[in-house]
């Protein structure tokens, strides 16, 4: 047997074991996610009134219940064990650690109470153990920046009113904190012009189906002068123009603003942009979130270069692969992780050699000596249970949120 | 019965559908072959013998999935004439994508039709956002269109 050590089990891990068992009858891969529950960001990033996208975790379930997977849950390379530990127990190691640390605009006022990083305020609602719980206070206008389509979950959990997250895993509690804040606008802010923007074009669109929102576009001559390349964004954004609604909230669009500072004295006031021809604004705002990207992390003694680990088409060098946002930085989709593990599988099965390793047998005896708590496959399936059991009615889940609760949950 | 079941699948639903209708079909005595479809794969695979199930999900503003467009391309542009071919379809799709619900496996069936291929039975639809998995109904009307397909007789070409 050869045996593949994957570490996270995020969308790409969890791809690349299921197309590594495909790919070949004589590999035999062992997931490791620091977190007891697995998916990286289909639980913690993918929005919680996107349950159509998160059930690709479906998938993912039947891989990390397959025979030759094997999933250990909280156990932290780099913490619990080292990479070289990790090396000497298997054929090859692969990255799939995703990138989690999110990119600061490094401009003056970002640590006011108010400001949020997208990990913060996106892992906050979704109940990530590591981030802080969401305390809002007074919120009658949000500034989200960034163009990309964490930008508009963030500005879409907002908008949305109570009633919409029936069948969400938002957290009843979270769910009456947001409608408890007395919002009015909701100002999603790019630095370049609406062409440019990221957005996915029906995640723009759904925009259109909200119960409380209505969208506006700041500078709607900003649309036109955007040149003649029609794109679908803009053809969105043309028709939210043409087509004005009334309702509470108002989402609105700015294009070729540069944030230049949050201000306010104990908490966030205001943000501060500078537009085409050093035109300044200020935007009053008690709530501002920054969805500006993700870097990767070092992983054990293994360290990124700007963001990412250098490799070659997926390989960093010999038994060593990354994947995923590891690999390329935070861009891409769920299915690109599918097409990306195909073929980075295809290479392994052809390339990996067998150095008759121990492989999983051996890291269970490691991690047991070293008294790590391994959530394995069935741990995360009693977590995952006890999660939906006590969701509310108009819930599908109620997400534990630390660590100790998740454990809790084993030892009964 | 031979019966081939062409995946379209952007995130793997599709395929995860199709492995359990193959293991339903073999268990109801026919002969199954899963194609995910890719790159290669041309509007020559329409001339194997027996009948053809899509499975097939929907992305984009109601697109096909990207490895089914190499063949639907092929099929636009060549032609062919599928006149023997019978067919089922399982679209599987969002309904918060109202308005390209399901598009994907719409547009390749009126396709296949314009190509003077033969649906059996109704396209069944199946919804992510419902409480309905596409692994468990899948199987069980793929067993029942099959035995439409058998009841239907043999091809008129
Ligand atoms: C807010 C947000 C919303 C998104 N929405 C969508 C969407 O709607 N549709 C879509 O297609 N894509 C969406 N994406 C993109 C999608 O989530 C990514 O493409 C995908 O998750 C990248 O997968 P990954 O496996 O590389 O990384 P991740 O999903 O981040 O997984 C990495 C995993 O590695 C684990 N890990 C990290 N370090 C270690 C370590 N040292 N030891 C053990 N484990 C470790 C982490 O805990 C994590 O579980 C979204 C992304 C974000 C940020
Ligand atoms: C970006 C994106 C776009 C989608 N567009 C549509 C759509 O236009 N119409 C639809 O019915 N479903 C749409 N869907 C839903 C998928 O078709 C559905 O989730 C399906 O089960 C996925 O199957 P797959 O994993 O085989 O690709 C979309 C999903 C995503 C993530």
């Not at chain 2, 339903?24 to 899963?34: K, P």
């Amino acid at each position: 047997m050869r045996h593949v050590a994957i570490i996270g089990a995020g969308p790409s891990g969890c791809y690349l074991a299921d197309q590594l068992v495909r790919a070949a009858p004589d590999i035999e891969v062992s997931v490791i996610e620091r977190l007891p529950v697995p998916f990286g960001l289909v639980r913690y990033g993918v929005a919680p009134d996107h349950q159509g996208t998160k059930a690709v975790a479906r998938l993912f379930e039947r891989t990390l219940g397959a025979e030759r997977v094997r999933f250990f849950g909280h156990v932290e390379v780099g913490t619990d064990l080292a990479m070289a530990e990790l090396a000497a127990l298997y054929d090859a190691v692969v990255l799939a650690t995703g990138a989690s640390r999110e990119r600061k605009l490094g401009i003056p006022g970002e640590t006011l109470p108010g400001v949020f990083g997208s990990g913060a305020f996106v892992g906050g609602y979704n109940g990530h153990p590591d981030a802080p719980q969401l305390r809002l206070a007074g919120v009658r206008s949000a500034v989200v920046i960034g163009n990309g389509n964490v930008a508009l979950d963030v500005a879409r959990v907002l908008a949305k009113a109570a009633a919409e997250f029936a069948g969400s895993d938002l957290s009843p509690v979270l769910t009456a904190h947001l409608a408890q804040q007395p919002l009015e606008t909701i100002h999603v802010v790019g630095r370049r012009g609406p062409a440019a923007a990221k957005f996915t074009t029906e995640e723009l669109a759904e925009f259109r189906t909200l119960a409380r929102a209505a969208v506006e576009v700041a500078d709607p001559a900003a649309l036109d002068a955007a040149g003649s390349a029609a794109s679908p964004n803009l053809e969105v954004l043309k028709g939210f123009v043409a087509n004005p609604v009334q309702r509470p909230v108002v989402v609105c669009f700015h294009f070729n603003q540069q944030p230049t500072a949050f201000v306010g004295d104990e908490r966030l006031e205001g943000v501060e942009f500078e537009g085409p021809a050093g035109a300044r604004q200020r935007l009053a705002a008690q709530l501002a979130v920054t969805c500006i990207g993700y870097e990767t992390t070092a992983c054990g003694t293994l360290v990124p270069q700007r963001g990412v680990f250098a490799n070659e088409q997926g390989r960093i060098g010999e038994g060593r692969y990354v994947i995923g946002w590891a690999a390329h930085g935070p861009n891409g989709t769920i299915p690109g992780s599918r097409v990306a593990a195909k073929a980075l599988a295809a290479r392994m099965a052809a390339e990996v050699a067998d150095h008759q390793r121990a492989g999983a047998v051996g890291l269970a005896t490691l991690l047991v000596q070293r008294g790590v708590r391994i959530v394995d496959h069935g741990g995360w399936q009693r977590i995952d249970a006890a999660e939906r059991t006590r969701a509310a009615s108009d819930r599908c889940r109620e997400k534990f949120t630390s660590v100790a609760a998740m454990l809790q949950v084993m030892a009964q | 019965m031979r019966i081939t079941i062409l995946v379209g699948t952007m995130s793997g639903t599709a395929e995860m559908v199709a492995e359990e209708m193959e293991d339903a079909l073999r268990g109801a005595g026919h002969t199954v072959e899963t194609l995910v479809l890719d790159d290669a794969s041309g509007p020559e695979l329409f001339t194997r013998d027996g009948a053809f199930v899509l499975c097939m999900s929907t992305y984009g503003s109601g697109n096909v999935p990207d490895n089914v467009i190499v063949l639907r391309d092929a099929l636009e542009a060549d032609r062919p004439d599928l006149a023997q071919v019978r067919y089922g379809v399982f679209a599987l799709g969002d309904h918060t994508y109202q308005d390209t619900f399901c598009h994907g496996g719409e547009s390749f069936d009126r396709l296949l039709a314009s190509l003077g291929a033969q649906r059996i039975g109704p396209i069944r639809y199946n919804d992510a956002s419902s409480s309905e998995l596409p692994e468990d109904v899948g199987p069980e009307w793929v067993v029942e269109w099959a035995e439409a397909l058998a009841a239907s007789g043999e091809p008129v070409a």
